[in-house]
């Protein structure tokens, strides 16, 4: 089996000030000054946080991300932020298509096309696929993975498939407490790998688990065959909670 590096990215969402970010930094770091053996770990600060929150973990081995991506590389597009703009602020990847941008409003085609804008600027990218609690229920969890995976790496560069994770992310276990059991979140991050081998190299390609992950359950999800790591929301805006998860990957 292809030895694939672990990744815990912790997704801060609208949260923290930039003092309040540089106070996470000062305290994270102080905790666990650089990532363990064998575990990459991702910040990803609102906008105004991400060029402070680089230049403090410059030094340190921790990459920086953005939450989001605009396809083009300039223009009359108010509000947003290009690749070439996160990659100047001194982070080195962003996520794509996390499912409270789709639900304002992000489709598949602009997923597909940041994705490849943002690989194409020299981004990692951290791609999120996930069904809600209706898809589910009606039993069209893999045809909705299915379509989500192909669409969003439809347009992506070959020479640039080693830049892409994707995160698996059930909407329903998004802040609700209420995580995937090990057998769902197995079975769809396998799902997501397979029909992802249509477009990179499956065996090396990161799938990571995100939705409610705590420290009490990461370590059991980590452990997955097919989970190569978490997207932690809530529990990534905690030093001390980051840390234990980041632990649980090693
Ligand atoms: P959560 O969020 O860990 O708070 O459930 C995960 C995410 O939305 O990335």
Redesign the pocket.
Known sequence: MASRIPLVAG?W?MHKTIPEALEFCEAFVEQMPSPPAGVEVAVCPPFPALHPVAQRLRRTKYWVAAQAVHESLSGAHTGEVSAPMIGAAGATGT?VG???RRAAGETDTQVAERVKAATDADLRVIM?VGESLEVREAGETDGWLTAQVTSGLALLDHAREQQVTI?Y?PIW?????VVATPDQAQEACAHVRLVASNFVDGARLRVLY?????PDNAGELMALPDVDGA??????LDPDKFARIVEAAT
């Open positions: 997704n969402k996520l996390h499912s409270e999120c995160a992310e276990a998004i802040g609700t407490g995100g939705g409610s992950v705590s997207l932690v929301g809530g529990a990534s």
